[in-house]
């Protein structure tokens, strides 16, 4: 019986630690892109990415008034082709940082932008 109980444990701990070493390997592989936007503009005009997943950094650098992000696939830019994961979890207030989801992008052209703000379509080509 002590075997039996011992080995459950053991087995336990093995799954325990495999799931959180397959959750750091997750976190591991998501890459942050940082973007600042001013008055009326993103500083960044494009990006060039590879395949994989994202999460979009959001700085708010003195616009006077709460700004988003906007991420859709080029030539797609109503509200229902917006790649929801990629707006930021909430407002992002003046000289704040917000961020989004997660989001994993495939290779092909997209837009950014922030309708708050706001600014014009930019270009993020994924490669």
């Not at 494009?46 to 003195?62: D, K, M, Q, W």
């Not at 509200?79 to 704040?96: C, G, L, Q, R, S």
Request: glycine share 6%; proline share 4%; charged share 20%.
């Amino acid at each position: 019986m002590k075997k039996l109980i011992i080995g459950i444990f053991l087995l336990a701990i093995n799954f325990t630690i495999s799931a959180q070493d397959k959750m750091m390997k997750h976190d591991a592989i998501t890459k942050t892109v940082a973007l600042e936007q001013t008055k009326g503009e993103f500083t960044q005009k494009s990006i060039t990415l590879s395949e994989g997943t994202y999460v979009f950094e959001i700085a708010n650098a003195g616009v006077d008034h709460e700004v988003g992000f906007v991420l859709a696939p080029k030539g797609k830019t109503d509200a229902a082709d917006h790649i929801k994961e990629a707006y930021v979890t909430a407002a992002v207030p003046t000289d704040a940082k917000g961020h989004s989801n997660k989001v994993t992008l495939t290779k092909g052209e997209y837009v950014y932008f922030c309708p708050l703000n706001p600014t014009p379509q930019y270009t993020l080509v994924v490669k």
